[in-house]
């Protein structure tokens, strides 16, 4: 089921282009410093995705020791007294003292001037620790992606309002000017009656003070107007007096809507790659009862005063195995807290499902609301303008009081005033129903 809501602004208001909001949307999302921030949380993400993916490869690191020791705890090798009978023997066998005496010999256990240098390689082969933890900061940066997308769909709606009630002021400034030219020319008639004596003085003050009050509204109508261009800039991070530029030419309008189309929003997607992320968490909690296996190998050198020949050569290199057997519940207890984040995601989830739902309604009520009330004024405004035509023929003839001018006149003024409020009015319900069925399309 489809609604498509038709706003007809031909009623002789000012237009506005959409073209010239879009240029301002896609500065406002490139330069916005919120927006800046979040990129760089996400490049943040991005490395340490990277990070994470590094873990499965293999590790090398150069390793180097040279040692000199004296003292300490020695092994004792018997040499001469295996050695020694078997070499007198020789020795007389042989007639000779071929066979020298040994001495036994006392070995430090510290080597001294003893070298290590190596080439050490380290690699996971079997690690669901590992595993796991890639998945969760892939989900981060997928986390991250989503809340950037989040603030951007805000900021346009900002930008949007903060567009409409530029306008909204630069409009008003045009009516209190139109405004102030009839006090002036209802100024200019009293002075000419009161010259010719068909009217008192009376009637000429309050055409001055009519004329003081209505420059006082265009003044403060100003100022209202710099506020607004001051927070349109400061959104898209300009100066904050940069003129803001409006093309007038094209008159546009509303498109059709979904009636229920809140599926398409971001924060419902962060709920689900929050809970995604909760999930690999319990799987990674549980992946501690698996072994963990890794390969490591070693290429260098080792000998006593730096000599270096084919015997300092040497590799060694294994397999090394852990198993968590028991860390007294640990683990089993986190699961169950993780079980618990799960109830309250999916909790979550469904309270920021209807959430959703009223603020689609009550911004779609909203909009329609605001489009009965702009119909109403601009109705209002056409036959406040002609009872203000009316009147001013009839104060010339001196058929009515001034009075009555005065009150004909402020009628088509706040008729203006109210026609162009609530003409700006919708297009700001707009936005925030535009906001809430998640339906503009972020190219940027």
Not at 343 to 349: M, P, V
Request: aromatic share 12%; charged share 25%; with cysteine.
């Amino acid at each position: 089921m489809r609604i498509v809501i038709f706003l007809f602004l031909c009623f002789g208001l000012n237009s506005f282009s959409q073209n010239k909001l879009e240029d301002y949307i896609k500065i406002g999302l490139q330069n916005n410093e919120i927006v800046k921030q979040h990129n760089f949380n996400i490049n943040k993400s991005i490395w340490a995705l990277k990070e994470a993916k590094s873990l499965f490869y293999p590790t090398t690191s150069l390793n180097a020791n040279y040692t000199i020791a004296d003292g300490g705890r020695t092994i004792d090798i018997p040499i001469g007294d295996l050695l020694n009978p078997v070499y007198n023997t020789l020795n007389q066998m042989t007639n000779s003292n071929a066979f020298p005496t040994l001495e036994n010999q006392s070995v430090l256990i510290n080597p001294n001037n003893f070298y290590d240098a190596k080439i050490h390689t380290t690699m996971p082969l079997l690690n669901y620790e590992i595993i796991y933890n890639k998945r969760i900061k892939t989900y981060q940066s997928e986390l991250q992606k989503v809340e950037l997308d989040i603030y951007k769909r805000e900021l346009v709606k900002e930008i949007k309002v903060a567009y409409y009630k530029y306008i909204q002021s630069t409009e008003a400034i045009s009516i209190y000017e139109t405004a102030l030219q009839l006090t002036l020319e209802n100024q200019r008639v009293n002075q000419s009656l009161f010259k010719n004596e068909k009217i008192n003085r009376t009637a000429v003050l309050r055409s001055d003070n009519e004329v003081k009050r209505i420059a006082a509204k265009l003044e403060e109508a100003k100022q209202n107007s710099k506020n607004a261009q001051a927070y349109f800039n400061f959104l898209i991070n300009q100066k904050l007096d940069t003129k803001i530029e409006i093309d007038k030419d094209n008159i546009p309008v509303p498109v059709g809507f979904d009636l229920e189309n809140t599926k398409a929003r971001e924060e419902l997607s962060q709920l689900k790659t929050a809970s995604e992320i909760n999930t690999t968490l319990s799987k990674l909690t549980q992946s501690y009862w698996f072994p963990k296996l890794s390969g490591f190998i070693d290429l260098g050198f080792q000998d006593f005063d730096f000599e270096v020949n084919k015997q300092s050569r040497y590799y060694f290199g294994g397999v090394a195995l852990e198993w968590n057997i028991f860390s007294g519940n640990r683990n089993k207890y986190k699961v169950r807290q993780i079980e618990e984040d799960e109830k309250s995601i999916n909790s979550q989830t469904d309270n920021v499902k209807q959430q959703l739902l009223l603020q689609y309604e009550v911004y779609r009520n909203n909009l329609l609301s605001k489009i009965e009330i702009y119909k109403s004024e601009k109705n209002q405004n056409l036959a406040a303008k002609k009872y203000n035509d009316d009147v001013s023929k009839l104060y010339k003839e001196g058929q009515v009081i001034y009075i009555e001018v005065l009150d004909a006149q402020n009628q088509y003024i706040n008729s203006l005033l109210n026609s162009n409020i609530a003409f700006y009015e919708t297009w700001i319900a707009y936005a925030e129903l535009e906001r809430a069925n998640a339906t503009y399309t972020i190219n940027f």
